[in-house]
């Protein structure tokens, strides 16, 4: 990479990157970035903006590798520009000479103890309710590139409403599934409706509790409230005596025939899900593997059970093989899994191609739990803390099982 020489300087990657985003590669001299100290604030700041949270963990006045960060990166016109599109920035600094407000300095080492920060620099991306989205470890001079590369896919990777147009479709999931159906209805010709619908729809609590336990459908008028969907819904209406009007938002459990929630105008994010998150059906599961973690995080909290996941190589690694077919394949483990736990596949394949959201969330999740190699089984509860660690044992499921017995009822150590 070439090394820049002025705030306009060559970092022709980035740009690039920025361009690709849809902004503007210009050599137009850019605000700073804007970085806060206090964490609440932060907070505040990105559930206003609905933006996700960027904590810089780093030794300004002594260590050489934060500071290649900031000059390559965080102090460039095409990173200030991109940030301030999407982030909340959050400076949580360990300085041996400056010195700090008392608040600052116990907050930055609640922090580093909170997120496990084990070296400097580190930068942790949060949602606005605090939950870790990504992370990047470490930085060398030149990594700029590689480094905006990861940052974006970290951003990116944010969970997104699994929305269905048809209310038949969903009504008939949310049976099948034993799942409650989110219905929402808004007016796209009218910008409040539009906006107060894209805050609903874009919540990452509400789209994590939703994934998992609702079928959610969407219909935008006057556009999807036409043909079969409208006479759908008044069907609804009629059944569960629901206002029959725009703007409304309505969570039913379809099999109980019960309404759980129901608002005559679109309510914040934070209403819906504290009004449905403790009255949900319980949802059903099959033991099947799952590629997201968010996902099978609230599978787990509302079954109250643990998470396995299986960091493998499936298309490469031997080991990886062998404990898919002599445990994992086996009618004993599913038959455990499907009662006792909820299982995640997170594959780093060389010949498969996944999704970039998934690539960004299994490359987050390997560095968030230390895992050196492959096959590497962890053992989590549902707040995400681990319980403890596995891998390939001889002799079939009936061995694994019982150590995992061991790990997930605490006899094992963690």
Same mark, same amino acid.
């Given at each position: 990479?070439? /090394?820049?020489?002025?705030?306009?300087?060559?970092?022709?990657?980035?740009?690039?990157? %920025?361009?690709?985003?849809?902004?503007?590669?210009?050599?137009?001299?850019?605000?700073?970035?804007?970085?806060?100290? @206090?964490?609440?604030?932060?907070?505040?700041?990105?559930?206003?903006?609905?933006?996700?949270? @960027?904590?810089?963990?780093?030794?300004?006045?002594?260590?050489?590798?934060?500071?290649?960060?900031?000059?390559?990166?965080?102090?460039?016109?095409?990173?200030?520009?991109?940030? $301030? *599109?999407?982030?909340?920035?959050?400076?949580? $600094?360990?300085? /041996?000479?400056?010195?700090?407000?008392?608040?600052?300095?116990?907050?930055?080492?609640?922090?580093?103890?909170?997120?496990?920060?084990?070296?400097?620099? #580190?930068?942790?991306?949060?949602?606005?309710?605090?939950?870790?989205?990504? *992370?990047?470890?470490?930085?060398?001079?030149?990594?700029?590139?590689?480094?905006?590369?990861?940052?974006?896919?970290?951003?990116?990777?944010?969970?997104?409403?699994?929305?269905? !147009?048809?209310?038949?479709?969903?009504?008939?999931?949310?049976?099948?599934?034993?799942?409650?159906?989110? @219905?929402?209805?808004?007016?796209?010709?009218?910008? $409040?409706?539009?906006?107060?619908?894209?805050?609903?729809?874009?919540?990452? !609590?509400? %789209?994590?509790?939703?994934?998992?336990?609702? %079928?959610?459908?969407?219909?935008?008028?006057?556009?999807?409230?036409?043909?079969?969907?409208?006479?759908? *819904?008044?069907?609804?209406? /009629?059944?569960?005596?629901?206002?029959?009007?725009?703007?409304?938002?309505?969570?039913?459990?379809?099999?109980?025939?019960?309404?759980?929630?129901?608002?005559?105008?679109?309510?914040?994010?934070?209403?819906?899900?504290?009004? %449905?998150?403790?009255?949900?059906?319980?949802?059903?599961?099959?033991?099947?593997?799952?590629?997201?973690?968010?996902?099978?995080?609230?599978?787990?909290?509302?079954?109250?059970?643990?998470?396995?996941?299986?960091?493998?190589?499936?298309?490469?690694?031997?080991?990886?093989?062998?404990?898919?077919?002599?445990?994992?394949?086996?009618?004993?483990?599913?038959?455990?899994? /499907?009662?006792?736990?909820?299982?995640?596949?997170?594959?780093?394949?060389?010949?498969?191609?996944?999704?970039?959201?998934?690539?960004?969330?299994?490359?987050?999740?390997?560095?968030?739990?230390?895992?050196?190699?492959?096959?590497?089984?962890?053992?989590?509860?549902?707040?995400?803390?681990?319980?403890?660690?596995?891998?390939?044992? !001889?002799?079939?499921?009936?061995?694994?099982?019982?150590?995992? #017995?061991?790990?997930?009822?605490?006899?094992?150590?963690?």
């Amino acid at each position: 990479m070439v /090394r820049t020489t002025g705030r306009c300087g060559a970092w022709a990657a980035v740009a690039a990157v %920025v361009v690709a985003a849809g902004l503007a590669a210009t050599c137009v001299e850019a605000s700073p970035p804007k970085w806060q100290t @206090l964490m609440a604030k932060a907070q505040d700041e990105a559930r206003a903006q609905d933006k996700l949270i @960027l904590l810089n963990f780093t030794g300004s006045d002594w260590c050489p590798y934060c500071a290649e960060l900031k000059r390559e990166v965080l102090d460039m016109p095409a990173f200030a520009e991109w940030a $301030d *599109r999407n982030l909340v920035l959050l400076q949580v $600094d360990f300085p /041996r000479k400056a010195r700090q407000p008392t608040a600052v300095k116990n907050q930055n080492e609640r922090l580093k103890t909170e997120l496990k920060i084990e070296s400097l620099p #580190a930068v942790v991306f949060l949602d606005r309710e605090g939950h870790e989205v990504g *992370r990047i470890p470490g930085y060398a001079a030149g990594e700029g590139d590689a480094w905006m590369e990861k940052a974006r896919a970290i951003v990116g990777s944010r969970p997104r409403l699994e929305l269905s !147009e048809s209310l038949a479709t969903g009504v008939g999931q949310a049976r099948r599934e034993g799942k409650a159906l989110l @219905l929402i209805v808004s007016n796209s010709r009218d910008a $409040d409706s539009a906006a107060k619908a894209a805050a609903l729809t874009g919540n990452a !609590e509400l %789209v994590r509790l939703a994934n998992a336990r609702m %079928v959610s459908v969407h219909l935008k008028s006057p556009e999807g409230l036409r043909g079969e969907n409208l006479t759908r *819904r008044r069907e609804l209406a /009629r059944r569960y005596g629901l206002v029959d009007q725009l703007d409304t938002v309505a969570v039913i459990d379809v099999a109980g025939e019960k309404v759980l929630y129901t608002s005559d105008s679109l309510p914040a994010p934070e209403d819906v899900v504290k009004a %449905v998150k403790d009255v949900l059906p319980v949802p059903k599961y099959d033991g099947s593997w799952l590629d997201d973690f968010a996902k099978a995080q609230s599978l787990a909290a509302a079954l109250n059970r643990p998470m396995l996941l299986d960091f493998t190589g499936s298309d490469w690694c031997p080991w990886c093989v062998k404990l898919d077919n002599e445990i994992f394949s086996t009618q004993q483990f599913k038959d455990y899994a /499907r009662e006792k736990l909820v299982l995640v596949k997170l594959d780093f394949p060389q010949s498969k191609t996944l999704a970039p959201a998934t690539v960004a969330q299994n490359r987050t999740l390997a560095t968030k739990y230390s895992v050196r190699g492959y096959p590497t089984v962890v053992i989590l509860d549902a707040s995400g803390t681990q319980l403890g660690r596995m891998g390939y044992m !001889e002799g079939g499921p009936e061995p694994f099982l019982k150590k995992l #017995a061991g790990i997930t009822q605490g006899k094992a150590q963690k």
